[in-house]
């Protein structure tokens, strides 16, 4: 766990006066404890929202059924509205999502175990990204939430494109 990228991504957040949401599902909270492991993280940190379930994506964040029947819940257009649906729920300028299938079970031949998606909704854009991880059930946790604090980091050093 590389604790610098939250520790980063914090202090920008708190130069530039922006709020973070959080939307989570695989993940269940890790990038959330994350963030509040940095002291002082509730300047920057409006609040996060675990949606685990396709009723609970729906009912809290906003995600359209049609999204998620004909896309699921680990794909670029689901994780972009649930960081869509938190911004909004926590008034944010920021919002980061994760979906994806930690496995041991639940992999399929086109998403398998590992396959995790990352959105960012900001003010100026919306970006999604892909990845795949090849760890147990923990490991592949970690890993989103590494990829999911990585991209807010990216994203406030003006690297996402």
Not at 10 to 38: F, I, P, W, Y
Not at 62 to 67: C, E, K, P, Q, Y
Not at 90 to 111: C, L, R, Y
């Amino acid at each position: 766990m590389n604790q610098l990228i939250e520790i980063k991504a914090g202090k920008l957040l708190q130069d530039r006066g922006l709020q973070l949401a959080l939307a989570e599902s695989c993940t269940g909270g890790l990038v959330g404890h994350r963030v509040t492991n940095v002291s002082g993280s509730s300047v920057y940190f409006s609040g996060g929202v675990v949606a685990y379930s396709y009723e609970a994506k729906a009912k809290m964040l906003s995600v359209s059924w049609d999204t998620l029947n004909g896309f699921g819940a680990v794909s670029s257009e689901t994780v972009i509205e649930m960081a869509r649906g938190a911004k909004k729920l926590m008034d944010a300028d920021i919002a980061v999502s994760v979906s994806g299938i930690a496995g041991p079970g639940g992999g399929t031949a086109d998403k398998p175990v590992g396959t995790t998606w990352v959105g960012l909704a900001a003010n100026d854009g919306e970006w999604s990204h892909e990845f795949r991880f090849d760890g147990d059930r923990e490991q592949n946790k970690m890993s989103s939430a590494d990829a999911a604090l990585q991209m807010l980091l990216d994203y406030l050093q003006g690297k996402l494109k």
